[in-house]
Antibody, heavy 122, light 111 residues
């Protein structure tokens, strides 16, 4: 079974750093891109960026560029989403998802991780 | 880049059919087959329902179907059931300065 399991909920203060994880299993990790999606409280889905685990090449949305870093550790089939300085506006649920079909170059997401709630508050 | 445009809410009675629209531009929906639809129940992760405009993943009911005309994609749910009550999001590849766009989401209510 293809599965993405994310790390647990986080509570941080503004200015702190954070890295959340997404561990993949059930498929060849380097065969499909991983995407990260944000969902702010009561709001819709927002694409943040994606990474190709085969070469670590990444793309970011304009609103995410420079504020987050997406990375992978192929030795443990895990993708990461990282902030160096959190803001209160980063409070959201963050989902990782595999680009579907088991190959790179697709633009649909299946499956999704269970989500990691992040709360940033002083 | 603005999100794709979806109606905020759509409702129907059990057994009826409903259609959710998703309007984009020639930079996304209009010129590419990379439209997908996701169902999200409260407190749950999104679930893929339709990909590449009209393909249905294994395990998704054939009551769900997708189509596209010009810059607008549509998701139709036929034989509406109580368990279909959820939020639905469309998504598309885009050639603008981001790779993927989502719609704002549509809340489906089963009356």
């Amino acid at each position: 079974e293809v599965q993405l399991v994310q790390s647990g909920a986080e509570v941080k203060k503004p200015g702190e750093s954070l890295r959340i994880s997404c561990k993949a299993s059930g498929y060849s990790f380097t065969s499909s891109w991983i995407t990260w999606v944000r969902q702010m409280p009561g709001k819709g889905l927002e694409w943040m960026g994606r990474i190709d685990p085969s070469d670590s090449y990444s793309d970011y949305s304009p609103s995410s560029e420079g504020h987050i870093t997406i990375s992978v550790d192929g030795s443990i089939n895990t993708a990461y989403l990282q902030w160096s300085s959190l803001k209160a506006s980063d409070t959201a649920i963050y989902y990782c998802a595999r680009h579907g079909g088991g190959v790179s170059g697709t633009y649909y997401f299946d499956p999704w991780g269970q989500g990691t709630p992040v709360t940033v508050s002083s | 880049q603005s999100a794709l445009t979806q109606p905020a809410s759509v409702s129907g009675s059990p057994g009826q059919s409903i259609t959710i629209s998703c309007t984009g531009t020639s930079s996304d929906i209009g010129n590419y087959k990379y439209v997908s639809w996701y169902q999200q129940h409260p407190g749950k992760a999104p679930k893929l329902m339709i990909y590449d405009v009209s393909d249905r993943p294994s395990g998704v009911s054939n009551r769900f179907s997708g189509s596209k005309s010009g810059n607008t994609a549509s998701l139709t749910i036929s034989g509406l059931r109580a368990e279909d009550e959820a939020d639905y999001y469309c998504s598309s590849y885009t050639t603008t300065n981001t790779l993927v766009l989502f719609g704002g989401g549509t809340k489906v209510t089963v009356l």
